[in-house]
Structure formats: C-alpha cells, structure tokens
T-cell receptor, first 110, second 118 residues
Framework: DAKTTQPPSMDCAEGRAANLPCNHSTISGNEYVYWYRQIHSQGPQYIIHGLKNNETNEMASLIITEDRKSSTLILPHATLRDTAVYYCIVITGTASKLTFGTGTRLQVTL | GAGVSQSPRYKVTKRGQDVALRCDPISGHVSLYWYRQALGQGPEFLTYFNYEAQQDKSGLPNDRFSAERPEGSISTLTIQRTEQRDSAMYRC????????????????FGPGTRLTVT
C-alpha cells in the first residue's frame, strides 16, 4: 500500500472549513484513499473514501487531485465535536485490512 | 442495536501472566478484526476472521499472541507470558461482510481494552 504523509497537527476555528491535506505521491491506479477519524479515546470512525473522483457525504468532502498524488478532506463547518485525529489511508481494492499512520490531530477552537 | 463490546475494559497484569481479551461483535457481522494501539499512534492491525476462520494473522507480533473465534461470533485474543511492551489499547472491530478497499463494508470499532503490564 502507498505511504501517506499528513501534517501532525492543525487548528481550525469553529464554523470555518477544515481542510486536511494528505500526500500519497506513490499511489497506484488501483488504490483507494480512505479517511477515518478517532475522537479522543473512542475507536476509529469511517468518514469517506474515493478512487479518482471527488466525493461528498453528510460528514465531509474528499478532493483528490487529478494526478491522485494528494487529497484533501474538507469538513465544511467544523464544530468542537470534530476535534479528533484524522487518518488518511491508501489501500488497494482487494485489501482487507486498514493500515493507520499517525494522522493529523485537528483542534477546533472557539 | 448494540455495538461492538469488549471486556474487560481495563486489565492490569503482572509480567509473565497470560491474559485473554474478549470481543463481542455486532450481531450478524461476518468479519471480526483485532488491532493494537500504542499511545500517540494509530491502530495497528493484528488479525482478522471471516466467520470462524482466521484469514490473516500477519500482524500478530510473535507466537505469544493468538486469537480464536470458534463459533463465528465472540472472539478471544490471548497473550501468553505478557511483557511490558505488550501494554497498549487493544481494539476489536466488526463488519457485516469482509471489508475490502472496493466494497467498504464499514468496520465498526469497539471501545477497546486497555492492557497494562507491570
């Protein structure tokens, strides 16, 4: 699976959009980009995933660059409850396990 | 319905003792996964099952670690002769069907068991 690089931490003001970057320059054509988050001591929670196209769901948007070497997770209106560690994971279509890195610790402030 | 449950939630044991950690997946979920998470790190895959069959145990650190799911429901992760380096949060997850990157049968995580080896 391709390696990912994320900033260790980011801050965001409540109500503003949180844009979390992920670099995956060695991604292969059959690899998906997944995002999970972990709030405090809870278990990880799925957010969104994509292959080539941008994706949006009720939680977030995922923007993947045309060359697929990087992506951005967007939380459109961050709240204090979005404070968490966000993990960007790249896996093949046949992969059956998740490989978490150290993620980005997002702190949402008033 | 009920989510994934794990017991005990906290376990303190002395070095050299054996421990058994239990995971009760969401009812009807075919697949069950075990992860270990050290402080400040992301979860690390250990092993997973489809029904009662262990599919991948490549993440188990050494032969002191074993897991079973004899009836395709509850699973037990056993650590023999515990060492201080085994101290971590052990998390279990389950999915309705086997997760793959393509199908994304979501893995639902339990609250974890915090293991401390003294």
């Amino acid at each position: 699976d391709a390696k990912t690089t994320q900033p260790p931490s980011m801050d965001c003001a409540e109500g503003r959009a949180a844009n979390l970057p992920c670099n995956h320059s060695t991604i292969s054509g059959n690899e998906y980009v997944y995002w999970y988050r972990q709030i405090h001591s809870q278990g990880p929670q799925y957010i969104i995933h994509g292959l080539k196209n941008n994706e949006t769901n009720e939680m977030a948007s995922l923007i993947i660059t045309e060359d697929r070497k990087s992506s951005t997770l967007i939380l459109p209106h961050a709240t204090l409850r979005d404070t968490a560690v966000y993990y960007c994971i790249v896996i093949t279509g046949t992969a059956s396990k998740l490989t978490f890195g150290t993620g980005t610790r997002l702190q949402v402030t008033l | 319905g009920a989510g994934v449950s794990q017991s005990p939630r906290y376990k303190v044991t002395k070095r050299g003792q054996d421990v058994a950690l239990r995971c009760d997946p969401i009812s009807g979920h075919v697949s069950l996964y075990w992860y270990r998470q050290a402080l400040g790190q992301g979860p690390e895959f250990l092993t997973y099952f489809n029904y009662e069959a262990q599919q991948d145990k490549s993440g188990l650190p050494n032969d002191r670690f074993s897991a079973e799911r004899p009836e395709g429901s509850i699973s037990t992760l056993t650590i023999q002769r515990t060492e201080q380096r085994d101290s971590a949060m052990y998390r279990c997850a389950s999915s309705l069907f086997p997760f793959t990157g393509t199908n994304n049968y979501e893995q639902y995580f339990g609250p974890g068991t915090r293991l401390t080896v003294t």
